[in-house]
């Protein structure tokens, strides 16, 4: 099923956030997505490449306790992958920009990989493909 203004190429992934205009400020400044819209504090959606990324904030729809009560929270282990053709020098940048990390670096037959946290505590693995 394709939506109306979302192409069925593009894949996207809700996070729950508690600030928007951080998490903008995060994801376009440290990992080279642009903003797509923004409606309020409640909801911004970023892209990169075919990947979009909705950021719910307080008080959208998205983010709104199950009917069971339990609340939508930030983080978690569930995470989107994003490639990186240098992964020494992204970490670099990003330890320099004051980003959490959950780990060092781990390499393995797949390449390597680290994991980052967004400001509220959102992963994101940086995966580095070995060379050909």
Request: hydrophobic share 35%; proline share 8%; glycine share 10%.
């Amino acid at each position: 099923m394709a939506g109306a203004s979302t192409p069925e190429s593009t894949v996207t992934v809700r996070y729950q956030v508690s600030d928007i205009e951080r998490s903008i400020a995060f994801y376009t400044e440290h990992l080279a997505f642009r903003l797509r819209t923004k409606s309020g504090a409640a909801f911004a959606d970023v892209v990169r490449g075919n990947l979009r990324l909705i950021l719910s904030g307080p008080g959208s729809s998205g983010s709104r306790p199950m009917p069971d009560g339990r609340p939508q929270e930030p983080g978690g282990w569930n995470r989107i992958v994003l490639t990186v053709d240098d992964l020494a020098s992204q970490i670099d940048l990003l330890e320099r920009a004051g980003v959490r990390f959950r780990n060092h670096i781990e390499e393995g037959p797949g390449g390597k990989q680290v994991l980052i946290d967004d400001p509220d505590a959102n992963p994101i693995e940086l995966h580095e493909y070995p060379a050909s």
